[in-house]
């Protein structure tokens, strides 16, 4: 059942206003008498003109809308100066009220058009219908079409145009909930490596479990892809790294580990490299992200932990790939774990706190309850330095100089880091990065 309604204006030119106005009635009366019980909300976009062309559009849109008393309350008109503007305020406007499903009423020419916005803009949350809305001539009666226009496929360029506008549009918009800020650690040299650990401010994502600086989209949540690619241009120019050379684990809560510059596997959560100026990352929001250095061989690399991860030794599995690619002496790695949900506030199974308990007891509080409190932290740390790591070459929450702790829980400070285990399904994700200096 439709939830929302899209009145796309955008592009109709001032001169027929008079024609407008009358389609826009006849829209809006078709809206009322087919939503009587479950009424969707309206947003109508327009262009935002200047000086008394400006005006003049206000004032027909505001005579269209006066007889319609039933659905003021749900309805709004949209005016920017670009589609893309118009359209991301909408989008805000749905995510609001939690909407997702939306019919969009538009000119047949501008339907191709809106379907590579909406692409970009929006994700696999939210489903689009389209229906066609004709302005035959001034003379005419303008109508609805009851048919779907298959367009053809737009030019490369059109589609870079709409690309560049959205870019554009994105860039402009300020930051949310403060300055961006990155957390680093002591441990690992700074004349070497840029590194560090990202927080939730300084970005633009404004749902409130995302906002503001989230760096990881799916189609399961509502921030596209554009906006995490704004804020990690925002954090390449904070941290002084390329975002063009940037890449990310493909998490799959396993052990697997990608080697830059070999055949990439298809998913792995530890990543590793000795090319300078190539930033490596992992994500987290409650699972580990873990930072190596090795300022000798001048090699790095980043790990994603979760539990399951944490059990399968994917941070050893990145030491032990460092070490045989690069000749790296496992007693020269320094190892950083960075925010994620601390044994304060981390529950698991009993089935899988036993894992946990077998790797060693500390690891697990209240371990004859349902559900134990787990340590992931502490479980990585033992199994790294069983591994050969030196213990003090390892960063975490058992800093003596809480000052110097970076490895903070996620879960207890909402005001500077995501948490699934506190969010739910629609979370944020920080990072951890690292790459060596040129």
């Given at each position: 059942m439709?939830e929302?309604?899209?009145?796309d ?8 206003q008079?024609?407008?106005?009358g389609?826009l ?6 809206i009322?008498?087919?939503?009587a019980i479950?009424a969707?909300c309206v947003?109508v976009?327009c262009c935002?003109r ?5 005006k003049?559009?206000q004032e027909f849109l ?7 008393q039933?659905?003021r ?8 100066q ?6 991301y305020?909408?989008?805000q ?9 939306i ?5 047949t020419i ?8 909406i692409?970009h ?13 004709q ?6 009666s ?6 779907q226009?298959e367009?053809?496929?737009?030019p ?7 690309q560049?506008?959205?870019q554009m549009y994105?860039e402009s918009?300020p ?6 800020t990155?957390?680093r ?16 401010t300084?970005?633009i ?9 989230n760096?990881f989209s ?13 804020n ?9 790294f ?7 684990v493909k998490?799959?809560h ?5 080697i830059m510059?070999k ?9 590793v490299?000795d090319q300078?100026?190539?930033t490596l990352a992992a ?13 000798v061989?001048?090699?790095c ?13 994917v ?8 070490v045989?690619e ?13 925010p ?6 981390y529950k698991l ?13 500390t ?7 349902t559900?134990?409190?787990?340590d992931?932290?502490?479980?990585t ?18 800093i ?10 996620t879960?207890?400070?909402p005001?500077k880091f995501?948490?699934h285990f506190r ?11 690292i790459s060596?200096?040129?």
């Amino acid at each position: 059942m439709v939830e929302a309604v899209l009145i796309d204006l955008f592009s109709l030119p001032a001169n027929l206003q008079n024609n407008i106005q009358g389609l826009l009635h006849n829209t809006l009366e078709a809206i009322e008498k087919c939503s009587a019980i479950h009424a969707p909300c309206v947003y109508v976009m327009c262009c935002q003109r200047q000086g008394s062309e400006r005006k003049g559009e206000q004032e027909f849109l505001l005579a269209a809308l006066r007889c319609f008393q039933s659905l003021r309350r749900r309805l709004e008109v949209v005016c920017a100066q670009t589609t893309a503007a118009a359209l991301y305020t909408i989008k805000q406007r749905l995510d609001e009220k939690d909407l997702s499903i939306i019919k969009v009423i538009l000119p047949t020419i501008r339907k191709d058009l809106m379907k590579v916005y909406i692409d970009h803009l929006f994700t696999a949350v939210y489903q689009f219908e389209f229906e066609d809305l004709q302005a035959i001539s001034d003379s005419e009666s303008l109508q609805i079409s009851e048919h779907q226009h298959e367009g053809q496929i737009l030019p490369s360029q059109d589609v870079a145009l709409i690309q560049s506008e959205i870019q554009m549009y994105l860039e402009s918009l300020p930051s949310l909930k403060g300055e961006l800020t990155i957390l680093r650690s002591s441990l690992i040299p700074d004349d070497i490596f840029l590194h560090g650990f990202t927080t939730r401010t300084g970005g633009i994502s404004y749902i409130p479990t995302l906002s503001s600086c989230n760096l990881f989209s799916s189609s399961k949540r509502r921030d596209p892809q554009v906006v995490v690619k704004e804020n990690l241009r925002r954090l390449a120019n904070a941290a002084g790294f390329n975002p063009e050379a940037f890449h990310r684990v493909k998490v799959d809560h396993a052990n697997a580990v990608c080697i830059m510059g070999k055949t990439e596997p298809d998913d792995y959560d530890g990543i590793v490299t000795d090319q300078k100026g190539v930033t490596l990352a992992a994500p987290g929001a409650d699972c580990i992200p873990v930072l190596f250095a090795d300022p000798v061989r001048r090699a790095c690399g980043a790990a994603h932990s979760g539990w399951k991860g944490t059990l399968l030794g994917v941070s050893m599995a990145t030491v032990n790939a460092m070490v045989s690619e690069y000749g790296c002496n496992v007693k020269d790695i320094l190892v950083v774990l960075g925010p994620s949900v601390g044994p304060c506030c981390y529950k698991l199974p009993h089935e899988s706190a036993e894992e946990f308990h077998r790797i060693d007891p500390t690891c697990v509080r209240l371990f004859d309850s349902t559900n134990p409190y787990i340590d992931i932290r502490r479980a990585t740390r033992i199994l790294l330095e069983r591994g050969g790591i030196l213990p003090e070459n390892i960063q975490d929450d058992s800093i003596t100089d809480q000052n110097q702790n970076i490895t903070l829980c996620t879960a207890c400070h909402p005001d500077k880091f995501y948490s699934h285990f506190r969010d739910g399904t629609n979370f944020g994700t920080q990072i951890g990065f690292i790459s060596i200096k040129d």
